[in-house]
């Protein structure tokens, strides 16, 4: 039985109502309080576990697809809910306060994971894995980073060269989040050997495509549920795997980059908050010196 105090995700959340003096609508308010209420009762009791063991919470994934949680920021008619992005912090935020781990997955499932399949995938692409993932049927992660190359995209060397009939993908990435249980990936490569940021392209990787690996997972002190290794890649990709134009990958990725700064932010309030909860628990329970 659903826990009346989880309110499922509107399309009206966030965009209605009256405002408080800091600008957040009652609406929005409300979907807090929901969100707190399914945090409180479905996420804390097993936040500790979930990093201990390190296992992918599957279960709890699926719960926030079911709540509508996994598409707040995307429209209707792909399955999303259509809020406004002062809702999806304040989901960020009360999730991050129960579990980093679970909140990390989330954001890479509902921004970087998804975005580019949103913004530039053809519409059978968005049916195939946007709509899944929104579902929480599907998994979607973004492979940038490399051993060589992170701040630095100019340095990465993953490499798109152009084939009869489409693209041959080739090279290696890592840290990425959820890669050991990801069905797609969005990719950045170069498609020409000059340096720069002029020829970063994005390209859209099935998991289950030929040549694939998943590589050593990496090992975290903390967030340990949000799953995170090296990828290999050496695929031939159908020509309509590029997502956006050739060249365009820098600026596409820094379209999402201030989103995805708010959200980091969003994520720390939520963090801070527990620990600062957690500590005032420990201060009042201590005994010492008598």
């Not at 940021?197 to 002190?221: C, H, S």
């Amino acid at each position: 039985m659903r826990d009346r105090g989880a309110q499922k995700a509107t399309p009206q959340m966030g965009r209605t109502g009256a405002a408080d003096p800091a600008g957040i609508s009652d609406s929005t308010s409300a979907f807090r309080d929901s969100v707190r209420a399914f945090v409180t009762k479905e996420v804390l009791p097993r936040a500790a576990e979930l990093d201990v063991h390190g296992e992918f919470p599957h279960a709890l994934f699926k719960r926030l697809a079911e709540l509508g949680y996994l598409g707040l920021r995307y429209p209707e008619e792909v399955g999303g809910q259509g809020a406004d992005f002062a809702t999806c912090c304040v989901f960020y935020e009360e999730l991050a306060a129960g579990s980093l781990s679970l909140a990390a997955i989330a954001a890479m499932q509902s921004l970087m994971g998804t975005h580019f399949v949103y913004r530039y995938g053809t519409d059978a692409q968005r049916r195939e894995y946007l709509e899944p993932a929104l579902r929480g049927e599907k998994i979607g992660t973004f492979a940038l980073t490399e051993p060589e190359a992170g701040s630095d995209l100019g340095a990465i060397r993953t490499r798109a060269t152009r084939t009869g009939d489409g693209w041959r993908l080739r090279g290696s990435k890592t840290w990425i989040t959820n890669a050991p249980v990801a069905d797609f990936l969005t990719v950045g490569a170069k498609t020409s050997d000059e340096r720069g940021l002029g020829n970063i392209a994005l390209f859209l990787l099935d998991a289950r495509t030929p040549g694939f690996e998943v590589g050593k997972p990496i090992e975290k002190l903390g967030t340990r549920s949000s799953l995170t290794s090296e990828v290999h890649i050496d695929c031939e990709l159908p020509a309509d795997a590029l997502l956006g134009a050739e060249g365009e990958g820098v600026k596409n990725v820094g379209g999402l980059l201030s989103e995805i700064r708010v959200m980091t932010a969003a994520l720390a309030v939520g963090l801070s908050r527990r620990a600062l909860a957690d500590s005032a628990v420990y201060a009042s329970e201590r005994k010492a010196f008598g």
